[in-house]
């Protein structure tokens, strides 16, 4: 039996179940979720997009894993939010995947 802090397997139905889970939340308008290498496996942009903001994510995604190396004690990058008038990006990496989510945010923002 596995420990409870072990790494839970990744599999294509995981996979398939977080884009389902994630594309019936009001407001968000693509879905993208790489895996470990930065591929795209599972998404709602075009191919061409979805492959620039994968590079994209992973150059963010070293520079603030590298300023949060740099805390005391060093910390690892768990969910990164990045938020403008019309749009907010969530991005939530771990071991096996990353999705990466933009919703609309007018709604709660003009308010």
Do not use: W
């Not at 590079?55 to 768990?78: G, I, S």
């Not at 771990?94 to 919703?103: G, H, S, W």
């Amino acid at each position: 039996m596995q420990s409870s802090d072990a790494e839970p397997k990744r599999t294509q139905r995981y996979v398939d179940e977080a884009y389902r889970l994630v594309l019936e939340k009001q407001g968000v308008e693509e879905v993208l979720i790489m895996n470990r290498s930065g591929v795209p496996v599972k998404t709602t942009m075009g191919r061409q997009d979805a492959l620039q903001n994968a590079c994209l994510y992973d150059n963010l995604r070293e520079k603030c894993q590298a300023f949060l190396q740099k805390m005391e004690p060093p910390q690892n990058l768990v969910m990164l939010r990045v938020r403008t008038k019309q749009h907010e990006v969530i991005i939530t990496p771990d071991a096996k995947i990353t999705i990466l989510v933009v919703q609309n945010a007018r709604d709660s923002y003009d308010k």
